[in-house]
């Protein structure tokens, strides 16, 4: 069984960077979907970017040109840079992993790092 476990959160003032990092344990075979997601209190989990196998990114909008995602070494798990962090980027950030070797594929979650930016 594979566990996905983010680390790199904080508190941070507004204006300043973070970079995420979601390690893996346990083999993920052929990684797709690769993604983060946040959850604000009282709100619901939202997507913040996602990056496929081929390459493909997306981002919310509320997130552009201030977030980059990307792939640790192996292109196996998503790293997510953050720039210009603003305070409404508090939340708890999940990483999430598809397994597409599987079918239907196999879907990852990790446990959530807290990211917390003051005003």
């Known amino acids: 069984q594979v566990q996905l476990v983010e680390s790199g959160g904080g508190l941070v003032q507004a204006g300043g960077s973070l970079r995420l990092s979601c390690a893996a344990s346990?083999?993920?075979?052929?990684?797709?979907?690769m993604g983060w997601y946040r959850q604000a209190p009282g709100k619901q989990r939202e997507l913040v970017a996602t990056?496929?196998?081929?390459?493909?990114?997306k981002y919310a909008d509320s997130v552009k040109g201030r977030f980059t995602i990307s792939t640790d070494n192996a292109k196996k798990t998503p790293n997510l840079q953050m720039n210009s962090l603003k305070p409404e980027d508090t939340a708890v950030y999940y990483c999430?992993?598809?397994?597409?070797?599987?079918?239907?594929?196999?879907?990852?979650w990790g446990q959530g790092t807290q990211v917390t930016v003051s005003s």
């Open positions: 999430t992993v598809q397994d597409v070797a599987y079918w239907p594929p196999r879907s990852y």
């Open positions: 346990g083999t993920i075979f052929r990684a797709d979907a």
């Open positions: 990056l496929s196998s081929d390459g493909i990114s």
